[in-house]
């Protein structure tokens, strides 16, 4: 597995950008959303032409990463539960995409994996809707990064459920991303071995750090990765 050619803004501007978006949502979390669909986006044209590329943007959130690809050229598709803006907007499930196999040439997937009840159910959704050789581009926070539990941090280290709680007791009211509702630990090692698995629908071309991609390294240690991967980019290519 090697790392992107290009990707990752560095540490500074993208972690410290989420730290303020979860601290403060409404005033920063647009901003934020709009780095990081410039650093995909740039990371994305790196390695695969867009020019002409149906991609779908799946759980387009604010809508930022579809625009940023449509300006390298890309046909693109906004798909999410609650779309909030992106092009030619779909409302849908990341469980139940209703498009038709190998609809795609590239999905989009940013920090969408933890939101989901099954992870697992949405890469093989992703899957399906990819043409063969088609790719994707996963990242995700990792759950026992320091920002795992999103505005529920620290507590989730605790659990879901004790997080949950935790937090109402201490800011008096629930926060959007709630543990077990909208937010669901994913976990480096548990991906990575599904999707090596030889059944696999696709093949792990890079795992790295989504903040500093050039240390890859971290990615494959066991443990370590968990905490300090913070947020994990996957490049996959559909078999």
Not at 39 to 48: C, E, H, K, M, Q
Not at 171 to 182: L, S
Not at 194 to 205: A, I, K
């Amino acid at each position: 597995m090697t790392p992107p050619e290009r990707g990752g803004t560095g540490l500074v501007p993208l972690a410290t950008a989420g730290v303020r978006a979860l601290l403060d949502p409404p005033g920063h979390y647009p901003a934020f959303a709009r780095l990081v669909a410039e650093d995909a986006a740039a990371t994305i044209a790196d390695r695969f032409e867009l020019a002409g590329a149906r991609v779908l943007d799946l759980g387009s959130g604010h809508g930022s990463v579809a625009p940023a690809l449509a300006e390298q050229g890309a046909a693109t598709v906004s798909l999410d539960l609650r779309p909030k803006g992106g092009h030619r907007v779909v409302q849908g499930d990341a469980l139940r995409l209703p498009f038709r196999t190998g609809a795609f040439d590239g999905v989009v997937s940013v920090n969408l994996l933890e939101h989901v009840p099954s992870a697992s159910g949405a890469l093989g959704e992703t899957a399906r809707v990819l043409r063969s050789g088609g790719w994707a581009y996963v990242c995700w926070t990792t759950w026992y990064s320091p920002l795992g539990g999103h505005e529920y941090s620290p507590w989730h280290y605790l659990g879901p459920n004790v997080a949950r709680r935790m937090d109402r007791w201490a800011r008096g009211r629930p926060v959007p991303n709630i543990p077990g509702e909208r937010l669901f630990p994913v976990h480096v090692g548990p991906t990575l071995r599904l999707l090596e698995r030889p059944d696999s629908p696709f093949v792990v071309r890079s795992a790295v750090p989504r903040y500093w991609p050039r240390q890859a390294w971290i990615v494959r240690v066991p443990g370590f990765r968990e905490v300090f991967a913070w947020n994990c980019l996957l490049l996959l290519e559909r078999r």
